[in-house]
């Protein structure tokens, strides 16, 4: 995104901050009605234009001829509805025909249909409080030099604003850094036709670079007419229990060419969650530290992980939900992997071990997620065999993420990304690494005889230098000479006072 660009959304942002909408979430879910309300005119506008080019009309027209509403007071006609129009009304005039109307009109556009937008957008409402700063909002998102008439662009703008979630105090809770979301997503490699899943979805990064990830790599298969059907709908799943999370995550994906996600309001951990042998992929970074009540968790949790920490739930739900044969690529807190206090996260730990195939651990620093959590994470990758499989496991210690580990987060040359994506996909070539390196393998049995502990410091080495010093007698007569120095330096100021 050019800089521009970025000036004139940071504007947009500023002014709604400025005129007291102080919450980023509230923020961005009014931004995406919005940007939906634009969208529906501008895919009306390029229906219209194709239809007059052939001389017909528009078939099944989002906004109709005539009027919307009417009474002895007030017509509102449907072209009232449409962005293009209703962005020149005066303040007043636009203020009410958005809040009374537009916003009325999006809640019963899809009535009837059980798609994610017809579940997220039935409650919709325009929170912004005056009708000064929906003008600034509308005519700032309006302006021809963002062009966000093109769905490319109004992607790249999305997940800018997104991108305020993390620096806006606890709402960072619900968006991972983009960098690792891409670093995970290219490790894992999705590809078209699988069906790929994030339990504790947020704004759906994964699920959005996923989609970008097979649009990059298999373009010309999304040609065909049944490919494309299945990306729409039958590829992307996500649960989330914030509604407006579910709405931003809507939008992201929208915006990414998936019209159709599978997309719910639903605790995944409870038994309102159904989901067992269904994906081939989970990509996640689900809620850590936090606990559930026993009468509320899914008894088939419990079973495979006897706790209440929703860091093992959510990996039990990932064992539970896998096909035989799906893999799994999770942010988990460094306590699944090494705390030894609780058993349930020896159990969980073993499992992955003894019955399914443990591939990767990916130790990140413990600043990737500041500003808002400096908690130290690691990356979990395994697949799921039902049999075992694990013979040995790779383990990285990332040291840098492109970005200086304090609260501000600057960008910096040091950087292990790239390196973690290549040597994942070249393990042949590990083989030669040691415990001294930053990357190696260890086995089975290292794990089995650590009591299945996966803490670094178990299995990484650091070679210490030994320093050699002088002999003692060297050193003594330096000792000697620097005092007769310093004697004879005070003898001559003596002399000279």
């Known amino acids: 995104m050019d800089v521009t660009t970025r000036t004139k959304i940071d504007a947009i942002w500023q002014g709604m901050w400025d005129n007291g909408m102080a919450d980023a979430k509230t923020n961005i879910t009014q931004i995406t009605y919005l940007l939906f309300i634009k969208m529906l005119d501008d895919a009306q506008i390029k229906k219209e234009s194709n239809a007059n080019a052939l001389g017909v ?27 293009h129009n209703f962005v020149h009304y005066s303040t007043e005039k636009m203020f009410m025909i958005v809040r ?4 009325k009109f999006i809640r019963e556009l899809h009535d009837g249909e059980d798609n994610a937008f017809s579940r997220f957008m039935n409650d919709a409402k325009l929170e912004i409080p005056s009708g000064k700063i929906l003008e600034k909002v509308i005519r700032g998102l309006n302006d021809n030099e963002l062009n966000l008439d093109n769905k490319e662009i109004m992607g790249d703008v999305y997940e800018y604003l997104l991108a305020k979630l993390s620096v806006n105090g606890t709402n960072g809770q619900f968006r991972t850094p983009r960098h690792i979301i891409s670093m995970m997503v290219n490790l894992m490699q999705p590809k078209l036709g699988e069906k790929i899943c994030d339990p504790a979805m947020g704004s759906a990064g994964f699920l959005m670079e996923s989609a970008k990830y097979i649009q ?74 936090g606990s559930l009540d026993a009468n509320d968790l899914a008894k088939s949790l419990k079973d495979i992980c006897p706790s209440k920490s929703t860091e093992l ?106 390196d973690i994506i290549e040597r994942y996909h070249n393990l042949d070539k590990e083989e030669s690494r040691t415990p001294y390196d930053k990357s190696f393998f260890i086995t089975k049995q290292d794990i089995v005889d650590n009591d299945y502990v996966l803490s670094l410091n178990k299995y990484q080495k650091k070679e210490i230098v030994k320093k050699v010093y002088r002999p003692t007698k060297d050193i003594i007569a330096s000792i000697n000479d620097l005092e007769k120095q310093f004697s004879t330096l005070m003898e001559e100021i003596a002399r000279g006072a």
Not at 59 to 80: C, H, L, Q, W
Not at 100 to 103: G, L, P, R, S, T
Request: contains cysteine; negative net charge.
């Open 313 to 418: 739930l959510f990996m039990a739900l990932f064992l539970r939900s896998l096909v035989i044969g799906g893999r799994c690529a999770s942010i988990v807190p460094v306590g699944v992997v090494n705390n030894t206090n609780e058993k349930a996260y020896t159990t969980i730990r073993k499992e992955l071990v003894e019955k399914q195939r443990l591939k990767a651990i990916i130790y990140m620093p413990s600043g990737v997620f500041k500003p808002y959590a400096g908690v130290q994470t690691a990356i979990i990758i395994f697949e799921k065999t039902g049999t075992g499989g694990t013979d040995k496991v790779w383990l990285y210690n990332m040291e840098a993420d492109g970005f200086s580990l304090d609260d501000k987060r600057n960008p910096i040359d040091a950087n292990d990304i790239p």
């Open 100 to 103: 009374d109307y537009v916003f």
């Open 216 to 289: 990059a790599h298999q373009k010309n298969e999304l040609n065909s007419t049944e490919n494309r059907r299945k990306f729409n709908s039958e590829m992307f799943y996500g649960n989330e229990t914030d509604p407006d999370m579910l709405r931003i995550g809507t939008m992201n994906m929208t915006l990414h060419d998936v019209s159709d996600p599978q997309i719910f309001y639903k605790n995944s951990l409870t038994d309102d969650n159904k989901d067992e042998y269904k994906y081939n992929l989970i990509l996640a970074n689900p809620p850590f530290s």
């Open 57 to 83: 009309k528009v078939r099944n027209p989002t906004f109709k001829d005539g009027s919307y509403f009417e009474n002895k007071d007030i017509t509102v006609t449907y072209e009232d509805l449409r962005w």
